[in-house]
């Protein structure tokens, strides 16, 4: 299926990493990252550190807090301390994609194998200028992501062990009081071993959660993708409701005697032709008038 890059961060100047993780880190949640990042004590020599992390929930953010622990944080003091981003890909962590064909290992793969001949203290390590790496990203249009899925059946899916925490099915949608849209999950039926080793039957709940939670279970993001697109083309289908305005519409005038007359006329759309050959006394319209004398009279 594709999941996309989106460029959280690029730029060859390159900004302070623990600032950063500070104004955006949460935005990392659920993700998998193929960054690439300098330290400070190398600002001489173009070295830069290229890594990935491929697990979900919060291991994005921890695995670039990790950086921010070993180099420090920039100050005047010292200035070998510190760490600095350049490039920051993020698509969202699908647990159907097994981390073999997760995007960011690919990528991460293909860098190390085309700069073997600029290694330095490792793999992950390239003395490359960050223009020349940005460059061959571009050119070789490796920004990008088609994840293949590993796909199961739902018969294959129910025999294993964590199959409980596996959604079956999308039900329904409704949105809570802090307008959130929530989505109620029907979970596969699984099993689960007692003290003796004996395998009891185990069947979880539907449970209303969010989008960023359901993308986090095993087949979540696939149904509910699915579900997502199926009932945007639903809606595209269904025809607006016309609105129907029953109140008259009254209009009021002044003959020249000095005779108010007033006109209720229906805003109905117009009948068809076969009702206008025969009208229908309630469909004439209403007018009442007052004479000089103060009475009030009415026609229909």
Not at 2 to 19: A, M
Not at 29 to 35: A, H, M, T, V
Not at 129 to 139: A, G, K, N, P, V
Not at 233 to 246: A, G, I, S
Request: proline letters at 4%; hydrophobic letters at 30%; charged letters at 35%.
């Amino acid at each position: 299926m594709s999941n996309k890059f989106t460029i959280k961060y690029q730029n060859k100047q390159g900004t302070e990493l623990h600032n950063w993780l500070l104004e955006n880190g949460d935005s990392l949640k659920n993700k998998r990252i193929f960054y690439v990042v300098k330290a400070n004590m190398e600002k001489d020599k173009d070295v830069y550190k290229i890594g990935i992390s491929e697990r979900g929930d919060n291991s994005a953010i921890g695995r670039l807090i990790d950086y921010v622990h070993f180099y420090g944080v920039t100050n005047k003091k010292n200035s070998c301390q510190g760490v600095k981003l350049y490039l920051l890909l993020a698509n969202v962590f699908n647990p159907d994609v097994e981390a073999s064909h997760a995007a960011v290992r690919k990528l991460e793969t293909k860098v190390i194998r085309d700069f073997a001949d600029k290694r330095e203290r490792g793999r992950e390590r390239i003395h490359v200028s960050i223009q020349e790496l940005f460059d061959y990203l571009e050119e070789n249009n490796y920004i990008t992501d088609t994840e293949k899925e590993t796909r199961k059946t739902p018969r294959l899916a129910e025999k294993e062990q964590a199959a409980a925490k596996a959604v079956k099915k999308i039900v329904s949608e409704d949105k809570n009081r802090r307008g959130e849209t929530l989505y109620e999950v029907e979970f596969m039926k699984g099993f689960r071993y007692d003290v003796n080793e004996k395998q009891i039957p185990l069947q979880r709940p539907n449970e209303k959660l969010t989008y960023e939670e359901i993308v986090q279970l095993p087949r979540g993001k696939t149904l509910l993708d699915k579900y997502i697109k199926k009932n945007e083309k639903k809606k595209e289908k269904e025809p607006e409701p016309q609105k129907e305005d029953d109140e008259p519409e009254i209009t009021t005038r002044t003959t020249r005697s000095g005779t108010k007359v007033t006109n209720l006329r229906s805003k109905k759309s117009p009948k068809s032709k076969a009702s206008k050959q025969t009208p229908n006394a309630t469909d004439a319209p209403i007018s009442s008038r007052t004479r000089s004398s103060g009475a009030a009279v009415t026609n229909i």
